[in-house]
């Protein structure tokens, strides 16, 4: 029988998420499922059956050691849905999507074959931390899925047409090159997503658009769009640079590194054969960030009218402080020429508050914001406008991204 359906998967380090789509131009979401909490027991698990149904959430008893532990048992609950007839097993799926941070060199999306998944083994130890997930996952259907066609997705793609004055550290040329150290930038499955809609949405071509984008998760980071390409981003050669994240320090001074403490540079006690961390990588990737400051990793608790500590307001003072100083840089960057301010991601689609008061500080760009309709539920659209309505505001748009889908997307349209 011909398969009838395309799976994409996005892996963290805590969560596995994935989604069934139908093998349409456009893709249709078939069922999405995630589990979170792997590395904080118990694991919790949200699945839901098509657009529009309700969302069954449970505690999982199982315990989860691994990604390829949740991804297993995700498939497992999706295959052995009745009401599921597109996903049944294996044999329905005609390609696997996965989503990998750091691709280093690849320009775009490539077919698992011996030849790449060398290469991406090669670069997994550039950012160990970010693709260590992706790629057990990609390892598992190598060896237990081995008809199904895996395609990997790459975060940095979209930032291959950075200027070279941009993606270069001023550093050794000579150890940069032999060392692969350059900037890379990622969310860039999300920037394509997030370009091709906006653009729709403003009725404009992709290559004469022109943003100010950004997708604000727990790995935060804004790009500069110039006529469809990223012209700069802000993270760089591993995730952890630019804005702070939930457990992400964000910029700092590097020599603060040597000052941390005195083992920084020494091997994490996490360290596997398979995973290089020093302490200084996991320290400023999981030990820093809003939560280091407040306790939590949810954004929702800082990013409210009255903060519940002296803690919390300084952490969104400092969130709101980085993304102010990003937008400015990009401003100047694009020469004033932004068609859109975009807030996207988990923290840019739902957090009214912050957008409010990031779009007032750059009042003085010519970005307004709407408050009523700032405040407005997304209810299923793709892009919202929140400008205000004063002359010659500029835009200043919500997108909801969705990473699937793009993967989903981008696959079907270069592939059948
Ligand atoms: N109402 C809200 N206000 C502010 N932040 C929120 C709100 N709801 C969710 N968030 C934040 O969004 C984050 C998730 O963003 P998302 O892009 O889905 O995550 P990830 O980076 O893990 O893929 C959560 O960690 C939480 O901090
Ligand atoms: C690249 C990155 O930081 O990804 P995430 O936001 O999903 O952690
Ligand atoms: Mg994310």
Redesign the pocket.
Known sequence: MAPKSLLAV?A??SSVKITFFTLEKPPRTIADAQISGITAPPAQLKYTRGPGSSTHKEELEERLETPQDAFKALLKRCFTDRELSEVASAEDLAYICHRV?HGGDYRDAVEITDETYHYLEEVEDLAPL?NFSALEIVRMCRKELPHVKSITFF?SAFHQTLPEHVRTYPIDPKVAKANKLRKYG??GISYSFILRSVAAFLDKRVDQTNLIAM?L?????LCAIREGRSIDTS?GLT?LAGLP?AT?SGDIDPCLVFHYTNEAGNLSPTSTKAMHISMAEEILNKKSGWRALTGTTDFSQIAVAEPPSAAHKLALKIVEDRLVGFIGNYFVKLEGQVDALVFA?GIGEKSALLRRRVVERVRCLGFTVDRDANEAEMSGDRVIDISGADVGSRRVLVCQTN?QFEMAYQCLEQRR
Do not use: L, Y
């Not at 998760?217 to 980071?221: E, F, P």
């Open positions: 996005n963290g380090s941070v970010h975060d990622f969310h997708h998760g727990s790995g935060a980071s993270m995730p994240g992400r991601g990473e």
